[in-house]
């Protein structure tokens, strides 16, 4: 599957900003989604994580209760809503794509993805 994340920018603290990644070329049904973020010389991190049907949904404690990951299969689009963001948000946020048929825990290791979209710039200014 190919991954297109898209919706980043430059917004001030305590803003609004809406991601969207689109998938193509698999059966999107059957992908575990998740978000992550990388600050320059850190590791990947893990920002939330969607399960095929959509029922399920995990966040980093950091996002929990102002960023909220959905799915529409229909439209093979995943997104991340991102409210009350901080300075601390800014990040190349990425979407990625695990093929799986079952839900069998929460995936928070960027390890456990093998398809991954290109990134897109966040930044929030204080």
């Known amino acids: 599957v190919q991954l297109q994340a898209s919706g980043g920018g430059l917004v001030q603290a305590g803003g609004s900003l809406s991601l969207s990644c689109a998938a193509s070329?698999?059966?999107?049904?059957?992908?575990?989604m998740g978000w992550f973020r990388q600050t320059p010389g850190k590791e990947r991190e893990f920002v939330a994580v969607?399960?095929?049907?959509?029922?399920?949904?995990y966040y980093a404690d950091s996002v929990k209760g102002r960023f909220t990951v959905s799915r529409n299969n229909a439209k093979n689009t995943v997104y991340l809503e991102m409210s009350s963001l901080k300075p601390e948000d800014t990040a190349v946020y990425f979407c990625a794509g695990l093929r799986s048929f079952v839900w069998e825990r929460v995936y928070r290791d960027s390890s456990d993805y093998r398809f991954w979209g290109q990134g897109t710039q966040v930044t929030v200014s204080s």
């Open positions: 969607v399960s095929q049907s959509g029922g399920g949904r």
């Open positions: 070329g698999g059966t999107f049904s059957t992908y575990v």
